[in-house]
């Protein structure tokens, strides 16, 4: 017998048709790239989306054709998240970080017949435009002012839109339809497209307001600060309209400075960034010597929060940290490290140490670990083993690649390595291919650099495996020192003492002036993998 309920699909429309209708006078705020503060509202953002859904009609995209955006975070690229994947067709956002040989890569494979592009990218895109050959439409996301003298075929976004009534219903899709499309940033071989549907945008956006993830609600002023081009800025430009939180939008401007002021001056009270950007944060106020004063949860993910990073959160500033894991492939929400009842009698050292951890899953979503031969791994909290993931918005196969499955058993295989401890919450020690096997064991890279980056005279640092005649790999550390620091290697290696076994402690230590960061401001170990791979075995070592 069936249940006798309405049957209403989950579409990406409906979030918005939701925003405009129960939230319609809630703020949306954008640095843009023409180098103004926009205001407008939910009410707004709905009108000009359904205008843009026409103005696609009328520029032939049909439901299921791939419509490319390389942009920073702002109201117009939200209207496109809206508009396109409203209207049917598939929104695929490119990292513009990335190779100009990648992105004419990436193109190709999604086979994007349109692209919207911000005022900053008018360069690359007049030096790649001739090698796109199958994009029929350029549009540049300004006005007609700001387009450059001579640009024939080059479209500028509000003459489409003002060309339009608003008059536009969107159509009731089937909610396995495809709504966006997202690349992995492919550190290992060419990057691979996940798409995503209606079903898993909406259920992912249910998943990353809940209290035990972001907890994102309409008292929310939320500023994603991780690119709309980043896995869809972890969802937040979906999930803020389901509940309708005010949104606040940063545009390019990513310095520290800039970004604390947005958030004092539209009262924050959720962020969410990868940790290097959080540290420009944190500098800037400890040299200013200030405080965020509305900001409530900092949302830390896509690379480990280093501990010290944590505790300044929490003690400087009374922000309550949420550490998140998760990848393209889950959408990207996969655990958040939100403490449980059992926790809140801890110690601050005990509450931190959890809180450090990657998190734990909400429903709709289920992880665990195996060892190399298939064995799921008990949640003890010390055993490490692969991670393995499954739910409601995590990939089946990878876009256009349907004749491959990349699921084991039905799990996902993240590549990631972690324990899992009895209150669910796991522990990344490693990605698999970062792992130091020294001996056959395994040291964990993230502990080396948290213990690295904890110490006073160190900005940042990577922990690699390199050769070694004896045990195969050993630990060698490549540390950028604070600017005016002088701290040796010998005394760098002093501050593991006691910290970890002695066999985890590094074998060496490099200082650099920088590391290497890839697309998506993650460090890049490959480089300095090729780079000191035979440090140790080098003759007079
Ligand atoms: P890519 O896998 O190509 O780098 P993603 O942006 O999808 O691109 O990154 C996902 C990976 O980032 C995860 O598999 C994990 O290794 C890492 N990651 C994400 N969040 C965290 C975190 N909080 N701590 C440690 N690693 C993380």
Known sequence: MNGLMMHRPLLVSSLLTHAARHHGRQEIVSRRAEGDLHRYTFGDLAVRSRKLAQALESLGVQPGTRVATLAWNGYRHLELYYAVSGSGAVL??????????????????????????????????????????????????????????????????????????????????????????????????????????????????????????????????????????????????????MVGAKVVFPGPDLDGGALYRLQETEQVTVSASVPTVWQGQLEYAERQQLRFTTLQRAVIGGAACPPAMLRDLQETHGVTVVHGWGMTETSPFGTASVLKSTHLQARPEERYAVQGKQGRCVFGMDLKIIDDSGRELPWDGVSAGHVMAQGLWVMSQYFGRTDQDPLVDGWFPTGDIATIDADGFMQITD???????????????????????????????????????????????????????????????????????????????????????????????????????DYLIEPGR
């Open 431 to 533: 990605r698999s291919k970062d792992v130091i096997k020294s001996g056959g064991e395994w040291i964990s890279s993230i502990d080396i650099e948290n213990i690295a980056i904890g110490h006073p005279d160190i900005v940042t640092a990577a922990c690699i495996g390199v050769r070694h005649p004896k045990w195969d790999e050993r630990p060698l550390l490549v540390a950028v020192r604070k600017s005016g620091a002088a701290i040796s290697a010998e005394e760098l290696l002093t501050h593991f003492t006691d910290k970890v076994a002695k066999w985890w402690i590094p074998d060496g230590v490099v200082f650099a002036d920088s590391i290497p960061t890839g697309a998506t401001g993650k460090i890049l170990k490959s480089p300095l993998r090729e780079q000191f791979q």
């Open 92 to 241: 695929h956002t490119l990292n513009p970080r990335l190779h100009p040989d990648q992105l004419e890569w990436i193109v190709a494979d999604a086979e994007d017949t349109a692209l919207f592009f911000d005022l900053t990218f008018l360069p690359v895109i007049e030096e790649l435009a001739p090698r796109l050959t199958g994009v029929r439409h350029f549009v540049l996301m300004s006005d007609r002012d700001h387009l450059p003298v001579g640009s024939g075929a080059l479209l500028a976004y509000e003459d489409l839109l003002e060309a339009q009534n608003g008059n536009y219903e969107w159509p009731e899709l089937d909610e396995n339809t495809a709504s966006s499309l997202c690349y992995t940033s492919g550190t290992t071989g060419n990057p691979k497209g996940v798409l995503y549907s209606h079903r898993s945008t909406v259920l992912h956006s249910f998943a990353v307001a809940l209290p035990d993830s972001i907890g994102l609600s309409a008292r929310d002023s939320v500023l994603p600060i991780v690119p709309m081009f980043h896995v869809n800025a972890w969802g937040l430009p979906y999930a803020a309209c």
